[in-house]
């Protein structure tokens, strides 16, 4: 190959690709892979300020997707880092960067893996395909979701995807997500009588009412959980009311709402509790939803298997099934490929001053990678 990973990782790192900016990074992974592969088919899917690079072979047979995103999070105070942030520097057996981690690293990785797969294996019945956005660590408005409803008008075939999502804790692999609680977000307002404090026949408090609402909803079983995800959560983390005195009702009061949410319950369900609860307090309130992404579960696919036995041919070592963590565009790609794991590097810097991983993450990474295609595809 041209570039091994850690070079195409450095290229890449050295994009100033803020969220939603790409900034270059998605035109050195065309190249790369144009170069690396035979006569791919290519397609920008942009809208608005967001790139969506989405390369793809045109052969029979299943379609394998690798997933990520070349937008980072801002490096903040850049003074505040040991090495500049835009580009990798290695100390202390180390490589550090903004995106190095997440996940410039994977990106890169990914790619290279998928040209290494083919020149090793080219008459491999697979139809390999590579998709990254560029606002995946923003509001992700037109990227991942706006390419789905575009793969969804025109039925574009994903059978099993990988998204490299820095989904490790110590080492590369110890940990492979197989799915994703739910994110839904309620945004509730309890309209009051505002006056003075010494009259309470003539006022009427919504701070009660949302305070009761809170203990209410604070108190609830949403659901148990099961073998994979967590009982629901939910957590209150904004409050509003009150006017900057102390002797006056205010007029209104809200509260902020977030449920991450397993698979054993659904938004519609949470938002039919919610509400029953809501207008058991108060018949003055009004609640506006946000549903972020719904969960996705994996349990017995074949990217997850040829995953497990990658991992355990090279790390030499079982992974732990995890569905904990945030969020990622992998609960929208599960809309339409049921079949999806993220499996990336180490997570413990990612978001953070001097971002790092260790400096052999990348290669181990990309060997994974390959194995589980091979696994997959050249059996």
Same mark, same amino acid.
């Given at each position: 190959? *041209?570039?091994?990973?850690?070079?195409?990782?450095? #290229?890449?790192?050295?994009?100033?690709?803020?969220?939603?900016?790409?900034? =270059?990074?998605?035109?050195?992974?065309?190249?790369?892979?144009?170069?690396?592969?035979?006569?791919?088919?290519?397609?920008?899917?942009?809208?608005?300020?967001?790139?969506?690079?989405?390369?793809?072979? !045109?052969?029979?047979?299943?379609?394998?997707?690798?997933?990520?995103?070349?937008?980072?999070?801002?490096?903040?105070?850049?003074?505040?880092?040991?090495?500049?942030?835009?580009?990798?520097?290695? !100390?202390?057996?180390?490589?550090?960067?903004?995106?190095?981690?997440?996940?410039?690293?994977?990106? $890169?990785?990914?790619?290279?893996?998928?040209?290494?797969?083919?020149?090793?294996?080219?008459? $491999?019945?697979?139809?390999?395909?590579?998709?990254?956005?560029?606002?995946?660590? =923003?509001?992700?408005?037109?990227?991942?979701?706006?390419?789905?409803?575009?793969?969804?008008?025109?039925?574009?075939?994903?059978?099993?995807?990988?998204?490299?999502?820095?989904? @490790?804790?110590?080492?590369?692999?110890?940990?492979?997500?197989?799915?994703?609680?739910?994110?839904?977000?309620?945004?509730?307002?309890?309209?009051?009588?505002?006056?003075?404090?010494?009259?309470?026949?003539?006022?009427?408090?919504?701070?009660?009412?949302?305070?009761?609402?809170?203990?209410?909803?604070? %108190?609830?079983?949403?659901?148990?959980?099961?073998?994979?995800?967590?009982?629901?959560?939910?957590?209150?983390?904004?409050? #509003?009311?009150?006017?900057?005195?102390?002797?006056?009702?205010?007029?209104?009061?809200?509260?902020?709402?977030?449920?991450?949410? @397993?698979?054993?319950? @659904?938004? *519609?369900?949470?938002?039919?509790?919610?509400?029953?609860?809501?207008?058991?307090?108060?018949?003055?309130? %009004?609640?506006?939803?946000?549903?972020?992404?719904?969960? &996705?579960?994996?349990?017995?696919?074949?990217?997850?298997?040829?995953? #497990?036995?990658?991992?355990?041919?090279?790390?030499? &070592?079982?992974?732990?099934?995890?569905?904990?963590?945030?969020?990622? !565009?992998?609960?929208?790609?599960?809309?339409?490929?049921? !079949?999806?794991?993220?499996?990336?590097?180490?997570?413990?810097?990612?978001?953070?001053?001097?971002?790092?991983?260790?400096?052999?993450?990348?290669?181990?990474?990309?060997?994974?990678?390959?194995?589980?295609?091979?696994?997959?595809?050249?059996?």
């Amino acid at each position: 190959m *041209a570039e091994t990973v850690k070079e195409l990782t450095e #290229k890449l790192v050295r994009c100033r690709s803020v969220t939603p900016s790409d900034a =270059g990074a998605q035109d050195i992974l065309e190249n790369f892979l144009k170069n690396s592969l035979k006569a791919p088919v290519t397609e920008h899917l942009d809208w608005e300020n967001t790139r969506n690079l989405f390369i793809h072979e !045109d052969r029979p047979g299943k379609v394998f997707c690798f997933l990520g995103h070349t937008d980072v999070v801002p490096p903040g105070d850049i003074k505040l880092w040991k090495h500049e942030p835009f580009n990798v520097t290695e !100390d202390g057996g180390r490589l550090y960067g903004r995106g190095v981690a997440d996940m410039k690293g994977s990106d $890169a990785a990914m790619a290279c893996a998928m040209a290494e797969f083919r020149s090793l294996h080219p008459d $491999a019945g697979v139809s390999l395909a590579y998709l990254v956005t560029s606002d995946e660590e =923003g509001k992700g408005t037109y990227g991942i979701k706006k390419v789905i409803e575009e793969f969804r008008e025109r039925q574009q075939r994903i059978d099993c995807c990988l998204v490299g999502e820095p989904s @490790s804790s110590k080492l590369v692999g110890d940990t492979i997500k197989n799915g994703r609680r739910g994110s839904v977000t309620a945004e509730i307002t309890f309209h009051g009588t505002a006056g003075h404090v010494a009259y309470p026949d003539k006022i009427h408090n919504p701070v009660h009412d949302l305070v009761k609402a809170a203990h209410l909803l604070t %108190e609830a079983v949403w659901d148990r959980g099961n073998d994979f995800m967590p009982p629901t959560s939910m957590q209150i983390p904004n409050i #509003k009311g009150g006017v900057g005195v102390n002797n006056m009702v205010p007029e209104s009061a809200s509260m902020e709402i977030n449920w991450r949410y @397993s698979s054993e319950t @659904s938004a *519609a369900e949470i938002r039919k509790r919610t509400e029953e609860i809501l207008a058991s307090c108060s018949d003055r309130f %009004e609640a506006e939803w946000d549903l972020s992404g719904e969960p &996705f579960l994996s349990t017995d696919g074949l990217v997850l298997e040829a995953a #497990k036995a990658a991992i355990k041919e090279i790390q030499g &070592f079982d992974p732990l099934l995890s569905t904990g963590g945030g969020t990622s !565009d992998g609960r929208f790609m599960a809309k339409i490929c049921p !079949d999806l794991i993220e499996l990336g590097p180490t997570n413990g810097s990612i978001h953070k001053i001097d971002e790092n991983i260790g400096k052999d993450e990348l290669d181990v990474l990309e060997r994974i990678y390959l194995r589980l295609l091979e696994n997959l595809f050249a059996s």
